[in-house]
């Protein structure tokens, strides 16, 4: 045999072996359909949460609505057994029980519609952990605080939280090693959509965004084994592809064009050079902005240190495949956050990494930005600034005194807390209100 049918013999075996493309089709379906996530919760916790909420003595009438005004959570548009989405059918050590899953807090609603993709902005995490683990007969205290303020997680803190657990190939250790642990940040999760466009994320721009295991890092329950996360991975290289497909959400009420015009001449003055260019010939600098020249709050970067960066980059997650020679996807350390891309930014208050500023008038002026606030955490149209493009808030004097419920002070955004400054991102300050107002005009059209 010649060396030429050697060679075509080789590629034929490879062709006949190698991984069907990744399908947004497949990716979507696997999303939406699937328990990647052992069940954490009895099956009828859900059903019996409402003991533990203070007052209540008797089952609400429209249950279904009561439980997600009371914890956030948003109606699935997606086939989910009558859950609310972010909450699935999963399976226990003996039996069915209610596990979570991606869209719990990547599933978000504006002016009343569900979105997959969208950062669920409403969501008390807390309430919901501590409730259903409640009603499972499990105690209502948890390994650390999972949310701090309504809308906002601390996801980071998950991820530090199961990894050490973990030897490198993914096996429990039989010990938990702190990799630096902290339950301080005040996450809000950004949009989904706007992966398409970075070529690194999260908030420090410390990953690529083209590797596929990070997606799996919250498949880290201590039932699911090395085998469960290979067997997985080829379904998360198709829901990659559907992350990569979502489309932006368009601004649904009248724009001024002729004063989006302006704002778009002044944006690409004082805003482009961090966030972008927009439209058919779009171009975005992925650039990471430094922690003192950005001036936001510096908890969230210090969140992600070097014990756990070096344990992630050690362990399978680190060791993906990204294509000849190269090896793997290390987590990078970074000098700051990375701005991100503005598409989709009308839906996707409140603003910041933390979640600290309500409205985008907020974030062009930094002196208007409130201290301490509320919202109603309901995401109807009457919940909606128009004007400000955001939500709506009510500010308050002082935050809660002692004697408040951790459900109600919750409901309260302190922005003197470790993790919630809002200060930062003053580079707005400059500009006049027609100015300001122009801005914010164009950006609904993003």
């Known amino acids: 045999m010649t060396r030429l049918a050697v060679i075509a013999v080789v590629l034929s075996a490879v062709g006949t072996t190698t991984a069907a493309e990744p399908s947004a089709e497949r990716g979507h379906k696997a999303l939406t359909g699937t328990g990647f996530i052992p069940a954490f919760w009895s099956a009828k916790s859900l059903g019996d949460a409402w003991r533990h909420w203070d007052g209540a003595t008797a089952k609400p009438a429209d249950y279904d609505a009561a439980v997600r005004d009371r914890y956030g959570l948003h109606p699935a548009p997606y086939p989910n057994g009558g859950l609310p989405m972010g909450l699935r059918k999963g399976k226990l ?56 303020v309504r809308g906002t997680n601390e996801a980071d803190g998950f991820g530090v939280y199961l990894l050490g657990f973990r030897n490198p190939d993914l096996s429990l250790s039989g010990t938990w090693k702190d990799l630096g642990l902290r339950d301080d940040v005040c996450a809000d999760v950004p949009a ?17 965004s083209r590797s596929v295991r990070s997606l799996m890092q919250f498949m880290m329950h201590p039932l699911n084994t090395p085998a469960d996360f290979r067997k997985a991975e080829p379904a998360f290289r198709d829901i990659q592809q559907y992350l990569l497909s979502i489309e932006t959400p368009k601004y649904p009420f009248p724009v001024d064009r002729a004063k989006a015009a302006k704002g778009e001449a002044i944006f690409a003055d004082h805003c482009a050079r961090c966030h972008g260019t927009y439209g058919e010939m779009w171009a975005y600098p992925n650039k ?30 680190g060791k993906e495949e990204a294509g000849w020679f190269v090896d793997g996807k290390p987590l990078r350390l970074t000098a700051g956050y990375q701005a991100p891309p503005l598409d989709g930014i009308w839906a996707t208050a409140p603003y910041l990494h933390n ?7 907020g974030m062009l002026n930094s002196k208007s930005r409130p201290r301490v606030f509320t919202r109603s955490y309901r995401t109807g149209e009457e919940d909606y ?20 419920s951790g459900f109600e002070r919750r409901k309260v955004y302190d922005t003197s ?3 919630r400054s809002n200060t930062g991102h003053t580079y707005g300050d400059a500009l006049n209100d027609d100015e300001r107002a122009a801005v914010i005009e164009y950006l609904k059209t993003l």
């Open 93 to 148: 050590l003996v039996g069915t029980g209610i596990a979570a899953d991606c869209m719990l807090c990547h599933g978000g609603s504006i002016l009343g519609k569900s979105y997959v993709g969208l950062g669920n902005s409403t969501l008390d995490i807390q309430g919901l952990f501590e409730d259903l683990s409640r009603a499972s007969g499990l105690g209502g205290k948890l390994p650390f605080t999972f949310g701090n």
């Open 385 to 404: 600034d128009k004007a400000k493009v955001g939500w709506k808030i009510t500010e308050l004097a002082s935050p809660p005194g002692d004697g408040v």
């Open 288 to 317: 990471v902005v430094p922690l003192d020249e950005i001036g936001t709050d510096p908890t969230r970067h210090a969140s992600v240190g070097l014990d756990y960066g070096a344990a992630y980059s050690k362990s399978w997650f």
């Open 192 to 208: 989904w959509w706007l992966l398409k466009k970075k070529r690194t994320m999260y908030y420090n721009g410390a990953a690529d």
């Open 355 to 361: 979640g600290s500023v309500p409205t985008l008038d």
């Open 417 to 419: 807390q470790p993790g």
